[in-house]
C-alpha cells in the first residue's frame, strides 16, 4: 500500500508517539511505586502495579494479533489507543489499591495493541526494503524512555503528584489518535473463519500461570504456589499444542515455524529477551555494590548500554533499508554481546567506571544492531494475512524471554550474595548506603560477593548471545526486496499465468 510523503510522516510520528507513551508508562511509574503504595495505604500490593501491567500486555499480544489479522489493524490500534486512555484516565483518579491494578491491568491490555499493531500497521503500508527504517525510527521509543523515563517520573511524583503519572498521557495520546485517524489507512483483509477461542484460553493459561510461577519463585513465602504454576503452565502447554493443531484458524500458527527465517528470527527475538533485560535491571544494583557508587553515578553503565542500542538501531534499520542486506547484523550483533558480556566478567575491581561503561555500550550496540532488524525479517517471510500473528510471536517470546530471565538472575543474585556474606551479616537489610557508610573490611566483603556472583552470570548470558550467533547463521541468505510483498508477486504471476492459458485456449 502506497502513501504519499506527508500521510507517511504523520504516520510515523503518530505510531512513535504512540510508542513512547507505551514504553515511558513502564518507566516513569518505577520510580514512584512506594509514593503510590503509600498513598493508598497498600505496600503489600506494590509489585501487582507493574506485574499486573506486564502480564496483561503479555498475554494478550497473540490475541490481538489474530485479531488484527481478522478484522485489519486499523481497528484494533484505534481501539486500543482509545482503550489506553480511558485506562490511563481511571488510574489518576484511583483511590484504592484494587481499582489502580484493575485499571493497570486493563492499561496493560491496551498496550499491547498498540505496541503490536503500529510493527503490523508499518508491514502493511510498506515494502520490506522500506521496514527496517520505520522499525527503526519507531523503535527509538524504548531506549529513550528507559534514559528519560525516571527523571520524568520522579519530576512529575515531586511536583504534580502522582496521578499525573497516567494523566500525563492524555494530551500526547489524543494527539496522536487524531494524527492515526487520518494516517493510518484501512487495511484489507481476507474473510477469515471463526476466531479461536479455545487457543487463546490455553496460552492465555499457559503465560499466566507461567509468569506467575516465575513471579513467586524467589519468594519463600508462596510456598507450593509455583509448583503449581508450572504444573498448570505444562498442562496448558500440552493443552495449547493439541487445540493449535486441530483449529481451522490457530491463534499461533505452529505451521509458521517451517519457515527457517520465520523460526530464527523468532528464536533471535528470544534471545534478545533472555539477555538484555535480564542483566541491565540489575546493573545499578552491581555497581553500587561493587564499585560502591551513587545510585545516580550506577545508573551510567545502563544509560551507556541504551544509548549504544539506540545508536546501532537506527544506523543498522538505515543501513539494510538501503541495501536490502540483513543476515550479517544479527551475526555480529550477538558476537559484539557475547564478547562484551565475557569481557565484563573478567573485568577486576577496582577500575574506573568508565571502562564498563565502554563496555556495556559495545554490548548495547550489539544487540540494537538487530533488535528491531529481525521483526521486520520475520515479516518479510510471513504470509501478508498473518502478519499480525508472526509479529505477536516475536514480541511475546521476547516478553517470556525477558520475564524469565529477569526473574532467574534475580533468585541468582539474591541466594549467591547471602550465601558469600560474613557470618552476621543479613542480605536482607544490606542496602548501598549502609555498605557505603560500614567499615573497610566488610564493604570489601560484599564488594567480593557481589563480583563473584555476577561474574558468571554474565558469562551465562555470553553464552546465551554465543548460541545466538550460532542459530544466526542458520538465517537464509538473501535481500529485502524493494517491491510490495514477494508472496503477494508470486501469486500475481500464477494469475497472469492462468489468464494467458485461458486466452490461449479461448483463441484455439
Known amino acids: 500500500?502506497?502513501?504519499?510523503?506527508?500521510?507517511?510522516?504523520?504516520?510515523?510520528?503518530?505510531?512513535?508517539?504512540?510508542?513512547?507513551?507505551?514504553?515511558?508508562?513502564?518507566?516513569?511509574?518505577?520510580?514512584?511505586?512506594?509514593?503510590?503504595?503509600?498513598d493508598l495505604g497498600a505496600l503489600g500490593h506494590l509489585g501487582w502495579i507493574v506485574v499486573g501491567y506486564t502480564l496483561a500486555s503479555t498475554v494478550l499480544l497473540p490475541v490481538l494479533g489474530k485479531l488484527g489479522d481478522i478484522?485489519?489493524?486499523?481497528?484494533?490500534?484505534?481501539?486500543?489507543?482509545?482503550?489506553?486512555?480511558?485506562?490511563?484516565?481511571?488510574?489518576?483518579?484511583?483511590?484504592?489499591?484494587t481499582t489502580l491494578i484493575v485499571a493497570r491491568v486493563l492499561q496493560g491490555m491496551t498496550s499491547a495493541g498498540l505496541q503490536l499493531m503500529s510493527q503490523t500497521i508499518v508491514a502493511h503500508v510498506t515494502t520490506p526494503r522500506e521496514r527496517p527504517r520505520l522499525m527503526s525510527i519507531i523503535g527509538i521509543a524504548f531506549p529513550v524512555a528507559i534514559l528519560v523515563g525516571p527523571v520524568i517520573g520522579g519530576l512529575i511524583a515531586d511536583y504534580w503528584g502522582w496521578p499525573w503519572l497516567f494523566w500525563i498521557n492524555l494530551p500526547f495520546g489524543l494527539a496522536a489518535l487524531a494524527l492515526a485517524a487520518f494516517a493510518v489507512p484501512p487495511i484489507e483483509h481476507a474473510p477469515r473463519g471463526r476466531?479461536?477461542?479455545?487457543?487463546?484460553?490455553?496460552?492465555?493459561?499457559?503465560?499466566?500461570?507461567?509468569?506467575?510461577?516465575?513471579?513467586?519463585?524467589?519468594?519463600?513465602?508462596?510456598?507450593?504456589a509455583p509448583a503449581v504454576c508450572f504444573a498448570v503452565a505444562a498442562m496448558a502447554l500440552a493443552a495449547f499444542i493439541l487445540v493449535e493443531l486441530r483449529a481451522a484458524e490457530p491463534i499461533l500458527s505452529l505451521r509458521i515455524l517451517r519457515d527457517r527465517t520465520i523460526a530464527t528470527g523468532i528464536a533471535l527475538s528470544a534471545i534478545v529477551g533472555m539477555g538484555l533485560f535480564a542483566i541491565v535491571a540489575y546493573l545499578p544494583t552491581y555497581f553500587q555494590m561493587a564499585y560502591r557508587t551513587t545510585a545516580t553515578v550506577s545508573g551510567l553503565v545502563p544509560i551507556a548500554t541504551v544509548f549504544g542500542m539506540l545508536v546501532s538501531n537506527l544506523l543498522t534499520g538505515f543501513l539494510v533499508a538501503r541495501s536490502g542486506r540483513y543476515r550479517l547484523y544479527p551475526i555480529v550483533g550477538c558476537a559484539l554481546a557475547a564478547g562484551g558480556l565475557l569481557v565484563m566478567a573478567l573485568l577486576p575491581l577496582g577500575l574506573p567506571l568508565w571502562v564498563p561503561m565502554v563496555v556495556m555500550g559495545v554490548v548495547g550496540v550489539g544487540i540494537g544492531s538487530f533488535m528491531n532488524v529481525i521483526v521486520a525479517v520475520v515479516q518479510s517471510a510471513a504470509p501478508r494475512e498473518d502478519l499480525g500473528s508472526v509479529?505477536?510471536?516475536?514480541?511475546?517470546?521476547?516478553?517470556?524471554?525477558?520475564?524469565?530471565?529477569?526473574?532467574?538472575?534475580?533468585?541468582?543474585?539474591?541466594?549467591?550474595?547471602?550465601?558469600?556474606?560474613?557470618?552476621?551479616?543479613?542480605?536482607?537489610?544490606?542496602?548501598?548506603?549502609?555498605?557505603?557508610?560500614?567499615?573497610?573490611?566488610?564493604?570489601?566483603?560484599v564488594a567480593a560477593a557481589y563480583h563473584e556472583v555476577f561474574a558468571p552470570i554474565f558469562v551465562a548470558i555470553a553464552v546465551v548471545y554465543a548460541i545466538g550467533v550460532a542459530v544466526a547463521v542458520l538465517l537464509p541468505h538473501g535481500?529485502?526486496?524493494?517491491?510490495?510483498?514477494?508472496r503477494e508477486r508470486d501469486d500475481q504471476r500464477d494469475d497472469l499465468s492462468a489468464t494467458a492459458g485461458r486466452s490461449a485456449s479461448t483463441g484455439r
Do not use: Y
Not at 22 to 28: E, M, N, Y
Not at 73 to 89: I, M
Not at 204 to 213: D, K, N
Not at 479 to 486: K, N
Open 391 to 445: 509479529t505477536a510471536a516475536t514480541n511475546v517470546v521476547r516478553q517470556v524471554g525477558s520475564t524469565l530471565g529477569t526473574a532467574v538472575v534475580g533468585g541468582i543474585v539474591g541466594a549467591g550474595v547471602a550465601a558469600l556474606l560474613p557470618v552476621g551479616v543479613d542480605a536482607g537489610s544490606l542496602t548501598p548506603h549502609a555498605v557505603h557508610g560500614a567499615d573497610p573490611a566488610l564493604q570489601d566483603a
Open 71 to 97: 478484522v485489519g489493524p486499523r481497528g484494533v490500534f484505534l481501539t486500543s489507543l482509545a482503550g489506553f486512555l480511558l485506562a490511563s484516565l481511571a488510574c489518576g483518579f484511583a483511590q484504592d489499591m
Open 195 to 224: 476466531f479461536d477461542f479455545a487457543g487463546s484460553v490455553c496460552f492465555t493459561a499457559l503465560l499466566v500461570a507461567l509468569v506467575l510461577g516465575v513471579t513467586w519463585a524467589g519468594d519463600g513465602a508462596a510456598g507450593a
Open 1 to 38: 500500500m502506497t502513501l504519499s510523503p506527508l500521510r507517511m510522516r504523520l504516520l510515523v510520528a503518530s505510531l512513535l508517539t504512540v510508542g513512547l507513551l507505551g514504553a515511558l508508562d513502564h518507566t516513569i511509574v518505577s520510580t514512584s511505586l512506594a509514593t503510590i503504595a503509600g
Open 479 to 486: 535481500r529485502l526486496a524493494d517491491h510490495a510483498d514477494v
